[in-house]
């Protein structure tokens, strides 16, 4: 066997850990992000060309669990997570160009694929406490619903979502707010870097901890990030065998989890060529890319609100994973997109070509539509991280005429749906998880 791959925290004042300890941690006690101790590498030619994605999963994140308890259930916390395809589409737009389809999970949207992992992950680890678990997770629309799914009905968890009131799509709203059971909706009176930084607040409090056994689920969680990796480095692998070249990808961005994930695939070794950034108008990624210093920032809103983050929690991961700044403003763009271009991309897409994206997705279409313009002729895959159907109120007046609505997301507009109001701020929490 191979020696384990131990994981230590970004700020370096923790010890280094097991996976299973990271995941189920989610955040380092020293308030950092678990990293492995090095990036292993993987030959591309140990995948099997003919595997579905849960195959090439398991065979991806085999060295990040080697020596560890999970590693005997890794194929099976794969078969179990990937059970949609992650399909890459032709574009009648942009002939060649395919799209990365993220969105055929259960809550259509990408984060499907990281929620389903970390259940299936925490599900097999010993709990030493006979207390229920507590999963706290910030979202900005999408991560709470996939969570929530993915954890729904798990005997020994509940599950807290907090998220913005009045920041996400209505139904995104009626989707966080309609599981119950072990399943509460908090609908914070703020923005999502503050449910972000609440729910940091009480992972970090020790009082709170030894009281109630707190975990998150958060893209700070490895469980989360590391299943990421799998559709990049599929997609990537199947166009490679075909056109003998890496394919680039353009990643909708927000707290940089997505994006991420695709960059470490490439530090793998794998046929990742370039990726590019795309951000809505919260700007810190691409005013850092421009040179600036670093500067996060309260976010705004916009139609991409699962994108409306200022202070992209992964930056610490990425610095971790190219500490020379130089070299990293090098390697990497990252373009803002407004609102009015979000709109015109929506739009004169469904116009000209009769293919309707989702707001986010618009993001990544509206800089592949620039650099085609250009003349730029390299293969780029197009990132689409929800379906339209969940935006329904910014997508269908754009283009005209009422969207199909995926079954399962049908069927969770078709239950009532609860939410509690919560105020801002970190003892608000608190207070409600000690009384709950
Ligand atoms: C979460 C989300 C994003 C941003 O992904 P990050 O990993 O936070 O960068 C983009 N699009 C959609 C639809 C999302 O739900």
Redesign the pocket.
């Known amino acids: 066997m191979s020696q384990p791959l131990r994981y230590h925290s970004t700020r370096g004042a923790a010890p280094a850990v097991p996976i299973s300890q990271a995941i189920a941690a989610g955040l380092a006690p020293d308030g950092g992000l678990y990293v492995p101790e090095a990036l292993p590498s993987i030959d591309p030619a140990a995948f099997d060309p003919r595997g579905p994605l849960a195959d090439t999963a398991a065979t991806l994140l085999a060295p990040f669990f080697a020596g560890d308890p999970l590693a005997d259930d890794l194929k099976v916390i794969c078969a179990e997570a990937f059970t949609f395809d992650a399909p890459l589409r032709a574009l009648a737009a942009h002939p060649a160009t395919p799209m990365l389809e993220l969105f055929h999970g259960p809550t259509s ?3 499907d694929f990281g929620a389903r992992f970390l259940a299936a992950s925490l599900r097999r680890l010993p709990r030493l406490d006979a207390r229920p678990l507590t999963i706290l997770v910030a979202t ?4 709470g619903a996939a969570v929530a799914a993915a954890f729904h009905r798990q005997a020994d968890v509940r599950v807290v979502i907090l998220y913005p009131d009045g920041l996400v799509s209505p139904r995104q709203a009626h989707q966080l707010g309609c599981f119950g059971d072990n399943v509460s909706a908090l609908r914070v009176a703020g923005r999502f870097d503050d449910c972000q930084r609440m729910v940091k607040a009480a992972l970090g409090d020790g009082s709170l901890q030894a009281r109630l056994p707190l975990s998150s689920a958060n ?1 700070i969680s490895l469980g989360r990030l590391l299943p990421q990796m799998s559709y990049y480095a599929h997609a990537a692998l199947g166009w490679w065998r075909e056109h003998g070249t890496p394919l680039n990808f353009i990643v ?8 991420l994930a695709c960059l470490w695939v490439r530090k793998l070794g794998l046929p990742v060529g370039e990726v590019r950034l795309a951000c809505n108008a919260n700007a810190t990624l691409p005013d850092y890319f421009a040179g600036a210093d670093y500067a996060p920032r309260e976010a705004v809103a916009t139609l ?1 609100n ?2 409306d ?1 200022g202070a ?1 929690s992964n930056f610490e991961r990425l610095r971790w994973t190219f500490p020379d700044e130089n070299h990293l403003r090098d390697l990497l763009q990252a373009h803002s997109v407004d609102d009015a271009a979000i709109r015109d991309t929506v739009a004169s897409h469904a116009r000209e070509h009769g293919e309707v994206f ?1 707001p ?1 997705t618009a993001t990544a279409m509206h800089q592949l539509d620039r650099l085609r313009q250009a003349g730029d002729r390299s293969p780029w895959a197009v990132v689409a ?2 379906h339209p159907a969940k935006f329904e109120s910014v997508v269908e007046p754009l283009i005209g005429h009422p969207l199909a609505v995926p079954p399962a997301l049908a069927a969770m507009l078709a239950r009532p749906a609860h939410a509690e109001p919560l105020p801002a701020n970190d003892a608000a929490l608190r207070t409600w998880l000690s009384s709950h």
Do not use: W
């Open positions: 949207a990408f984060k900005s629309g999408d991560t893209s909708p961005t927000g707290n940089l989890g997505n994006a991409a699962a994108m983050v992209p989702c986010h991280t929800a």
